[in-house]
């Protein structure tokens, strides 16, 4: 996941300057606790929204709490960033409303939104270190650093959902998202992030115990929930441990589902370590919020995007 905060520079002090930001221990005090406060309320608000994606990117609450503090520090120091720790805390104070639609797509809230220094094209790893209402940093998947950009209006091109203005979902182009009950096709037609296309209309997921059908999957596994083929009913996931067996409709915790090519018997892998080897498409997966750039489990640190 893309943790989203810096905290602050000062500019005109004769030492600190965009380049090399000055903070003192006061200044590191306060942003410690913004930073914990900030990965406190993020990551409870991802749980209550997609609690079986906390449970395989990072195992439990937690843990996510753990790997988002220290994102969020190295972020303190970033050039031209415009945050600070009170900026920081009132956005974290914001995830307790934020619209689940945004929280599982990684966009943060409109409070949280900080303009910096950096204009379109700068090289950046944090979205508040890039100019205007609407700058953001832009980024790949499989990337830690990205270019300061603009966020897209209706039509503007876009690879997902985070490079769209606020409100507006990702189909190649940024649109406006229909309505529940409204119809959808899933390409022009699209549904917000928490709820499903079925049947040419966006429908709420189905809960658990709810009537499936498997090639039209609309449980809600957002909640950790799958239709199962032989109950045709919504069921929860098993979630298996690191080691265990794995198959349809178990998840693994704190890692993923891998084939062993010889024996063709499935079993649950770790997330790879920081630093360690990866595969995006084939697994191991990285620990979130570390990505796998160049086949390694590498973590955010944008004062190193220059």
Same mark, same amino acid.
């Given at each position: ?28 005090? +306060?942003? +410690? ?25 990072? =195992? ?8 988002? %503090? ?18 920081? $805390? ?9 619209? &689940?639609? $945004? ?11 900080? !303009?910096?220094?950096? !204009? ?13 209402? %609407? ?6 998947? +499989?990337?830690? &650093?990205?270019? &300061? ?8 091109? *876009? ?5 769209? $203005? ?15 009950? #409204? $119809? *959808? ?6 549904? !917000? ?25 609309? &449980? +809600? ?29 178990? #998840? ?12 063709? %018997? ?6 790879? #370590? ?20 160049? =086949?390694?489990?590498?973590? !955010? ?6």
């Amino acid at each position: 996941m893309r943790a989203p905060w810096a905290a602050w520079i000062i500019i005109g002090v004769a030492s600190c300057s965009v380049r090399s930001p000055c903070i003192g221990s006061g200044a590191s005090s +306060d942003a +410690d606790r913004a930073c914990a406060d900030w990965a406190n309320h993020y990551c409870n608000r991802l749980e209550s929204c997609a609690p079986l994606s906390v449970q395989i990117a990072y =195992g439990d609450v937690a843990r996510c709490i753990e790997r988002s %503090k220290p994102v969020c520090a190295s972020a303190l120091g970033a050039i031209g960033t415009g945050q600070s720790p009170d900026r920081v $805390e009132s956005c974290a104070q914001s995830y307790d409303s934020a619209s &689940c639609d $945004e929280v599982v797509v990684a966009k943060p809230p409109l409070a949280c939104e900080v !303009p910096g220094l950096l !204009p379109n094209g700068a090289p950046c790893g944090d979205d508040s270190q890039c100019s205007g209402p %609407k700058g953001y940093c832009r980024m790949a998947n +499989d990337a830690t &650093c990205g270019t &300061c950009a603009v966020l897209g209006p209706p039509g503007a091109g *876009c690879y997902g959902d985070r490079d769209c $203005e606020h409100g507006l979902v990702c189909y190649f182009t940024c649109m406006a998202p229909v309505a529940l009950g #409204a $119809e *959808c096709d899933g390409m022009r037609r699209q549904c !917000p992030a928490t709820l499903v296309c079925l049947n040419y209309a966006c429908h709420l997921p189905s809960p658990a115990g709810a009537p499936c059908d498997p090639r039209g999957d609309a &449980c +809600d596994r957002d909640r950790g929930l799958f239709c199962d083929p032989q109950t045709r009913s919504c069921s929860p996931y098993t979630l298996a441990e690191v080691g265990a067996p794995c198959g349809a409709g178990m #998840a693994c915790r704190a890692g993923s589902c891998a084939t062993n090519p010889s024996t063709q %018997k499935a079993t649950c892998v770790a997330n790879a #370590a920081d630093g360690a080897a990866c595969d995006a498409t084939s697994g191991p997966s990285c620990m979130a919020p570390a990505r796998c750039v160049d =086949g390694k489990c590498k973590v !955010p640190d944008a004062t190193r995007c220059f």
